[in-house]
């Protein structure tokens, strides 16, 4: 059958579109891999009503709450490639399966990529994160260390001290002018220009770093923001045009979460450089409302 709408991605943003085109009676296909990106933690934090809630949790609710309308189907899978134009778009699974629909939702997130250091990559989404609002009250009052991955890292190393004492680690990307280093001292930030070369204690947990003069500086927690590309590249096939964001490119959006090509809408991370739950679920009820009224007005 030919869909009215296919939604890549049932994450925050993809359900969040589902949910308001099922109550639209729309029949609509959600195509999910089921790697969100915060799936490396183990609670989410900030959503309203699930504050704490384990992701998968969250994940396995509203997957059982839009089971319950009957013109939404699911496919646990990748989709591999999309093509088309305005009321008729075909997309094509991993396994070969082909899809149409009149409207396309991508909704896939984004993929971070973490500094080259030895030990983030086993403590990503425990104790080396990239959100205060996320998960820094779980760490509050711990030693804390910042690593800058790009040139305004300074802005999160200032906003820390709200949760705990805070190292600012300029690995060479932060230019530290006077002015930036009195900001940083007025907020009791100490700053580190030395390079982290390794993360150390038993994973998850942390108990330092170490730096390229072979110094230990004492830690519990890490922020760092990775580096983030759209997690998949059907907006590219489809031609969309992508924008730079603080931490990677992210799809281009006109009014109402409509990209640049007719008929394709997108939200959540892969289409806006701000990252959260909140914000992807919200974009996603914006794309969802945006597709179906495109099918009427
Ligand atoms: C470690 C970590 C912890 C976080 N904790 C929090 C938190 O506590 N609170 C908060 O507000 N935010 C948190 N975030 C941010 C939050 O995870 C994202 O903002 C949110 O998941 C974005 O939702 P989304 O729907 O855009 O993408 P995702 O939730 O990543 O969902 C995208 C879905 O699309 C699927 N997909 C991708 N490509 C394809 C394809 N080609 N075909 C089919 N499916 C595809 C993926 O498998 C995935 O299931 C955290 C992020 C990280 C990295």
């Known amino acids: 059958m030919s869909y009215d709408v296919i939604i890549v991605g049932g994450g925050f943003a993809g359900m969040s579109a589902a949910l308001q085109l099922a109550r639209a009676r729309r029949p609509i296909l959600v195509v999910d891999a089921g790697q969100p990106r915060n799936r490396f933690a183990a609670a989410s934090h900030g959503f309203l009503g699930q504050d704490g809630a384990a992701p998968a949790a969250i994940m396995r609710e509203a997957l059982r709450q839009l089971s319950a ?30 899809q149409t629909a009149r409207r396309l939702v991508l909704a896939t997130g984004v993929a971070d990529t973490l500094p080259a250091l030895p030990g983030l990559t086993e403590r990503w989404g425990q104790s080396v994160i990239h959100c205060p609002y996320c998960h820094g009250y779980e760490v509050r009052d711990r030693r804390i260390g910042v690593l800058a991955n790009h040139p305004m890292a300074s802005h999160q190393a200032l906003m820390l001290p709200d949760w705990g004492p805070t190292t600012f680690f300029t690995q060479g990307v932060v230019a530290l002018d006077a002015e930036l280093s009195a900001k940083l001292a007025a907020r009791g930030v100490a700053v580190e220009t030395t390079p982290v070369i390794e993360v150390l204690g038993e994973a998850p947990a942390i108990s330092g770093v170490r730096l390229a003069d072979g110094r230990i500086t004492p830690l519990e927690a890490i922020f760092t923001a990775p580096k983030t590309a759209p997690a998949s590249d059907l907006a590219q096939q489809l031609g969309c045009a992508l924008e730079d964001g603080m931490t990677g490119p992210h799809v281009k959006l006109e009014s109402g979460q409509q990209t640049t090509v007719p008929g394709v809408y997108s939200a959540g991370d892969t289409a806006s450089p701000m990252h959260n739950a909140t914000l992807a679920s919200a974009a996603g009820v914006m794309a969802g409302i945006g597709a179906h009224q495109s099918l009427i007005f």
């Open 69 to 98: 309308y009957s013109t939404v189907d699911f496919v646990h899978g990748r989709a591999a490639s999309a093509t088309g134009e305005l009321d008729r778009f075909e997309v094509t699974l991993e396994d070969g399966d082909v």
